[in-house]
T-cell receptor, first 110, second 113 residues
Framework: QKEVEQNSGPLSVPEGAIASLNCTYS??????FFWYRQYSGKSPELIMF????GDKEDGRFTAQLNKASQYVSLLIRDSQPSDSATYLC??????????FGAGTRLFVKA | EAQVTQNPRYLITVTGKKLTVTCSQN?????MSWYRQDPGLGLRQIYY???????DKGDVPEGYKVSRKEKRNFPLILESPSPNQTSLYFC????????????FGPGTRLTVL
């Protein structure tokens, strides 16, 4: 069974700090990696995707991928209370078949 | 406005009574998918479609059917619902382009008694 593992949290960080969210996956054939944010009672929304080893930055968000270690992370710089949500890691082996982790709850304290 | 719509948003039904949850997108996306979300389990993919008339099973397809006769629509059919299909269901669409534009619908909360 292909798996995507995330620490369920909650992860609590003070406002302005860096939040670090981590995800590991079991299928070495995985090709595409996604991070979604889901506010309570709302739909997931895509915030980052990454295909290649290394870092990808978009505003306050940085996705990091290490295929050798089967590890993908999301860093949120200058965390804001509005970043408080559940963050979902998802992995695709190709096409549109996608496996999600159970999510990490993040609380940013003002 | 780019959007994915689902109907109904809430449904309470009884075991064995066939139902259909509709999904429609207005972005001309090739890919569409259905997920269920259960506490502690995250999102699990039920079925996905790469294009019209092309569908494939996700991780939890048992008890569900789909069809993709038009690009914009991707209905989810439960022929004989059972209580273990009580869940929150999301439809999603995604472009095949490199920007990975994708959107989720608002969700359908289904209760099977």
């Amino acid at each position: 069974q292909k798996e995507v593992e995330q620490n369920s949290g909650p992860l609590s960080v003070p406002e302005g700090a860096i939040a670090s969210l981590n995800c590991t996956y079991s299928d070495r054939g995985s090709q595409s990696f996604f991070w979604y944010r889901q506010y309570s009672g709302k739909s997931p929304e895509l915030i980052m995707f990454i295909y290649s080893n290394g870092d990808k930055e978009d505003g306050r968000f940085t996705a990091q991928l290490n295929k050798a270690s089967q590890y993908v992370s999301l860093l949120i710089r200058d965390s804001q209370p509005s970043d408080s949500a559940t963050y979902l890691c998802a992995v695709s082996t190709g096409g549109f078949k996608t496996i999600f982790g159970a999510g990490t709850r993040l609380f940013v304290k003002a | 406005e780019a959007q994915v719509t689902q109907n109904p948003r809430y449904l309470i039904t009884v075991t064995g009574k066939k139902l259909t949850v509709t999904c429609s997108q207005n972005m001309n996306h090739e890919y569409m998918s259905w997920y269920r979300q259960d506490p502690g389990l995250g999102l699990r993919q039920i079925y996905y479609s790469m294009n019209v008339e092309v569908t494939d099973k996700g991780d939890v397809p048992e008890g569900y059917k789909v069809s993709r006769k038009e690009k914009r629509n991707f209905p989810l059919i439960l022929e004989s619902p059972s209580p273990n299909q009580t869940s929150l269901y999301f439809c999603a669409s995604r472009s095949s382009g490199g920007n990975n534009e994708q959107f989720f619908g608002p969700g359908t909360r289904l209760t099977v008694l």
